[in-house]
């Protein structure tokens, strides 16, 4: 069953001389529970087209459909509840919020949002990203693998929809490398989220149900690894 579809994204910055095409006339769908790895030098649109499909930066061109709605066609307010509730962004760099502890940067989505915090599904997570013990670290305290496990407790502490993950390996040795990708693999087939992750290993590429190759904005290749 389809849960995101991209449509004709293009995305262009600067003006005359200066216009830089970062995306062109890119459509694809992904279906609930698929997990695409997305690949291509850098600067070939990858990390905006994830930014797109996260609703974090408008198209100049096309659309965006999650669920069957139309993520541009909201309002600010709307889009930032779907950023909120209906996708998990997981950075390379983590982005925690380092006066807040592991449980607190966890929960923060949730607190945004206005929600009671689940505690049976932070105290899961907590024992899945082996954060038990840890619970009242600043990120300081924390080694760069521990730290991103609390950037993948955050992202999927509201069970977003889709998981989007940006070079989430990229900072981390081959170790923590394997470590981290086994625990979206897991979000993906316990809780059948769709996780689309851009990474430059090809090691970790061809783990992904498909890869989709970015070249120049464009897609060059779609290819089904698994079924």
Known sequence: MEILRAEHLCKTYGKGENQVKALDDVSFSVNQGEFIAIIGPSGSGKSTLLHILGGVDQPTNGSVYMDNVDVYAQNEEQLAIFRRRQVGLIYQFYNLIPVLNV???ITLPVL????KVNQERLQELLTTLNLVGREHHLPNQLSGGQQQRVSIGRALMNAPSVVLADEPTGNLDSKNSQEILELLKVSNQKYNQTLIMITHDESIALQA???LAIEDGRIIRDEVIRR
Request: aromatic content about 0%; proline content about 0%.
């Open 112 to 115: 945004m949002d206005g929600q």
């Open 209 to 211: 149900d498909r890869i």
């Open 103 to 105: 449980t607190e940067n």
